[in-house]
């Protein structure tokens, strides 16, 4: 180690963050001890988990285990003694946002719909300017926190035939309080405060009949508490509605505005059943110069979807957006008490995840026993096998990294007996145009290959900026995964693979073998260079890898949105 590192090493911010001043120190003077975990798929065992009369998938039982595994973990966060707040909110945990294809695409539709409704998703993952409360909140800033973005959704609702404008639901209200509020832990707290908000005169049922519910029930703002930009708007909308009798009775109105169109009813244009929900802060008002004419009054999502707008052209026209695709727990490895201080952990998890990848939880600590971090381990471990899955640790810098760390570490380069991209029977393929390195994307699944670590380039792409709770990423390559967790491999810029053993799981592994048992730590070993020998052996295959590649051009021209178009 560099003695100068030493030598000038700041220990007044090391105090402050032993004493959970975190926020006082730079990220770039955080050094702490990491470890990073994959989960990747394992066998399903035969007491896996299931749902009394329903048969699940393997990928259902899979998933529904990352969703334990993340409630675990949450239900372990760190409590302090003097918290006012000491039980935990247990009944929202932060869901995992699971999708399928390219993770732009994903946080594009996110971005989509925050531009055109104006209103952030409850499970967004984007990063908005938003406040905390407690109970003493004004009830005028409250009032107008509900009507903004990031607060409930507004909309005009039809219910039995009864038009309710710009009303929200119960059970809306009831979350939106337990997320936003410091002193409210449960939804029967939420429901009171929001029954208070509605004695005080904030809000109201839309037919009067009930008091506050959590529920399916309407409630609309009273006129004191109503946006003052939603009164401009329908009072413009009214003064057109007014303005066209008086126009019928003065004869300014032809025959021909007489039409079936002209004579709609006084109602506004409402969202149909399959049509994604609008807030009337986004309606505006569209009117025609040419006398005669009858005022329209039209959505702005109606112009949204119009032959001018399209996804591309909002995304050009669109601020950069910012999203954070992972959640910081602060862990407590010693929940029964054991040592004579706080053991704690911070966990870092994935917020999104494609069931085609590997999906990540990063540990760092400072001084934390690490008796205390390898028990959570092997809890976390265990509980993962009951439901199919496998708990892999992996280097917590990409493989390209490592010889600066440990010159020793072994490494095999690899390429292609027939390369792709010069190929004349591939190289002139579509998909080559828009994925580069889409024969050996599909090669990798093929050979058990999750995907890991996507390059930093991914990241500058788009109108999105992703970000992590632990950091920025700086990965120069995509990384993948073999499926049982020995190996990984690097794709390089060039089309090549870098291949190198994961020696840190391999020898969490075998500290399992029984070493009594000479012949099984022998296999183990085995079985993590088989991975290696026949992945070369297939890369050397001329005949196979024209078979595989072949498989993908077919495999693209009866589904172009296949999973094994990877975003890269």
Not at 446 to 459: E, I, M, P, Q, Y
Request: hydrophobic share 35%; proline share 4%; aromatic share 12%.
């Amino acid at each position: 180690m560099n003695e100068s590192r030493f030598q000038y090493f700041n220990w007044n911010q090391m105090d402050q963050l032993i004493a959970g001043y975190e926020d006082a120190v730079p990220e770039i003077s955080k050094h702490f001890h990491q470890m990073k975990f994959v989960v990747i798929p394992g066998p399903i065992s035969a007491n896996a988990y299931h749902i009394n009369n329903e048969k699940l998938s393997d990928e259902e039982i899979r998933l529904e285990g990352l969703r334990k595994l993340i409630a675990l973990i949450e239900r372990g966060r760190y409590k302090a003694n003097d918290d006012p707040s000491v039980r935990k909110k247990e009944e929202i945990f932060q869901e995992i946002n699971f999708y399928t294809g390219n993770l732009h695409d994903f946080l594009n539709e996110q971005a989509e719909y925050f531009d055109v409704s104006g209103t952030k998703p409850s499970n967004s993952l984007m990063i908005t300017d938003g406040s905390r409360f407690n109970m003493n909140v004004k009830l005028a800033q409250l009032a107008q926190e509900l009507q903004t973005d990031g607060g409930l959704k507004l909309v005009d609702r039809t219910w039995h035939f009864k038009f309710h404008p710009h009303c929200f639901l119960g059970s809306d209200l009831v979350s939106w309080i337990i997320k936003q509020f410091d002193d409210i832990d449960s939804r029967e707290a939420a429901t009171e405060y929001g029954q208070t908000l509605m004695d005080r005169g904030v809000f109201s049922h839309v037919e009067n009949r009930h008091g506050f519910l959590d529920g399916h029930y309407f409630y609309e703002f009273c006129d004191e508490y109503v946006d003052q930009n939603y009164k401009a708007k329908v009072e413009k909308i009214s003064w057109f509605r007014k303005k066209q009798p008086q126009e019928q009775e003065e004869g300014k109105i032809t025959k021909d505005t007489k039409s079936p169109t002209s004579t709609a009813p006084n109602t506004p244009l409402t969202v149909g059943p399959n049509t994604p929900s609008r807030t009337r802060n986004n309606s505006i008002t569209s009117t025609t110069e040419t006398p005669g004419e009858l005022k329209k009054v039209v959505s702005s999502y109606l112009l949204q979807e119009s032959e001018q707008s399209s996804l591309s052209e909002s995304q050009k026209t669109r601020r950069r957006k910012k999203f954070m695709i992972s959640k910081h727990v602060k862990y407590n490895c010693d929940p029964s008490g054991k040592s004579f201080r706080p053991e704690l952990l911070d966990v870092h998890y994935d917020t999104v995840h494609n069931p085609e990848h590997c999906y990540h939880i990063r540990l760092q600590w400072l001084n934390t026993t690490t008796k205390f971090i390898d028990e959570a381990i092997i809890n976390w471990s265990r509980f993962c096998e009951r439901y199919g899955l496998k708990l892999v640790e992996t280097p917590w810098r990409e493989l390209c990294t490592i010889p600066e760390i440990n010159p020793f570490h072994s490494f095999v380069d690899l390429k292609f007996a027939v390369n792709p991209l010069q190929d004349p029977e591939f190289k002139d393929s579509e998909i080559l145009k828009t994925n580069k390195f889409y024969f050996h994307l599909h090669f990798l699944k093929v050979a058990d290959f999750l995907l890991d670590n996507r390059g930093t380039s991914f990241f500058s792409k788009e109108h999105n900026e992703i970000c992590y709770s632990w950091g920025k990423p700086s990965f120069k390559y995509a990384q993948f995964i073999h499926k049982g967790g020995a190996y990984i491999v690097e794709l390089r810029d060039n089309g090549e693979f870098c291949m190198a053993p994961n020696n840190v799981h391999i020898l969490r592994v075998n500290t399992f073998v029984n070493p009594a048992s000479e012949k099984s730590a022998k296999n183990s070993i085995i079985d993590s260079q088989r991975v290696m020998l026949k992945f070369r052996e297939c890369c050397r295959d001329e005949g196979f890898l024209r078979q595989v590649f072949r498989d993908a051009s077919k495999f693209l021209r009866e589904d172009y949105d296949a999973a094994y178009v990877v975003g890269m």
